[in-house]
């Protein structure tokens, strides 16, 4: 069956034309903190496995209550294995079928990576990326996330439009993980909790914090 996934097309990160920067009654208003199910199948790093996040950041001023357009806004991932997608790259297309089961790690490792362990594009659907949230494939142009040389996006600056809104989209890929040993029924279980990611934002006069916090599937 096919539904829906992202293509991010290429857009720069760093200073944005048009941005301005923020008057002293600016505030941010960062999203709430999130959370998702999470698995020790899904954390491997640019295993094409994630899930994939929407995020708005709300500028505005203090002193009249209403939004501020075009205010610089600098977003920082502060650790690694979350990736940050900027909306306006962001555009939806039908995905090809893939050949394995997406949740399948080994599966899909063994079909896009040759002999030598290097990741191939072929079969088309092994530049996609598996959403364990939606259960449906993202394609996110190699500009944000490439498999082959593991550039991952952890920094960007973009502005907020006329209602004083910065959208984003946070790609989930990996989070630090602990396993604890257990025992049941003579056999040992490894048990993994995995730590939470925050996400940073400033406007130079005000500034904020959410987390994206992963939660044991029970594996």
Same mark, same amino acid.
């Given at each position: 069956?096919? &539904? ?12 944005? +034309? ?43 001023? *203090? ?69 364990? +949230? ?12 490439? &498999? ?44 993994? *909790? ?7 934002? *400033? ?5 904020? &914090? ?10």
């Amino acid at each position: 069956m096919r &539904t829906t996934a992202i293509i991010a097309a290429l857009f720069s990160l760093g200073c944005v +034309e048009g941005a301005i920067p923020a008057p002293e009654d600016a505030r941010l208003e960062m999203p709430g903190d999130m959370s998702l199910i999470w698995n020790i199948d899904y954390n491997g790093a640019h295993d094409n496995i994630g899930s994939v996040l929407m995020a708005d950041i709300f500028v505005y001023d *203090s002193e009249e209550d209403l939004p501020l357009e075009h205010i610089e806004v600098e977003v920082v991932v502060n650790g690694g294995g979350i990736y940050v997608i900027p909306a306006e790259a962001v555009q939806l297309v039908g995905y090809p079928e893939a050949s394995v089961d997406p949740t399948d790690s080994d599966a899909i490792r063994d079909a896009c990576t040759d002999d030598e362990g290097n990741f191939k594009s072929d079969p088309e659907w092994c530049a996609w990326y598996w959403d364990t +949230e939606s259960g449906q494939y993202y394609q996110i142009g190699g500009q944000y996330i490439s &498999t082959g040389n593991n550039y991952s996006p952890n920094y960007f600056v973009g502005r907020t439009d006329n209602r004083g809104i910065l959208n984003l989209y946070l790609y989930a890929d990996w989070f630090g993980a602990s396993g604890e040993e257990s025992v049941d029924d003579e056999e040992v279980e490894i048990k993994y *909790s995995f730590s939470s990611t925050d996400i940073s934002g *400033s406007i130079g006069v005000d500034s904020g &914090t959410f987390t994206v916090s992963p939660t044991n599937a029970g594996q």
